[in-house]
């Protein structure tokens, strides 16, 4: 019975969210030299600190597609994303602070969406 149920679950590296929320990261990571931002010490280590910690969950969340426990700290992590411009001083640099905006709402929307994916999945197979 339990193989059945696993056979109806994602299995590894397979979501598509995951692989969104990855990407994500990797351009995050990259957007301080594409925003010509990595003169201003706040942009860039937020963004590069951001956008590893997003690709080792993303990596984490396609390895244990049965946990939506990555999904959720890459909510939080896209949460801080969008509010870095903000809180780390950077809102002025507009290219810096709207890659972080963008970024940071699209790893939510496909973090969230991959969290109620997993849930759903967990309530059929209880059922």
């Known amino acids: 019975m339990m193989n059945a149920g696993r056979s109806m679950m994602a299995g590894s590296w397979r979501r598509w969210q995951d692989w969104v929320d990855l990407v994500l990261g990797i351009i995050l990571f990259i ?32 390895a244990m597609p049965d946990s939506s426990v990555p999904q959720w700290v890459n909510v939080i992590l896209g949460i801080l994303t969008f509010i870095a411009p903000w809180v780390m001083g950077f809102a002025f640099l507009s290219s810096a602070a709207w890659s972080s905006w963008i970024i940071g709402v699209l ?9 109620m994916e997993v849930q759903n999945t967990h309530r059929t197979l209880a059922t």
């Open 107 to 115: 790893v939510v929307i496909a973090s969230v969406w991959a969290a």
């Open 31 to 62: 957007s301080p030299w594409f925003t010509v931002t990595w003169s201003h010490s706040n942009s860039a280590w937020t963004a590069w600190v951001l956008g590893i910690l997003i690709v080792l969950v993303s990596l984490w969340a396609l």
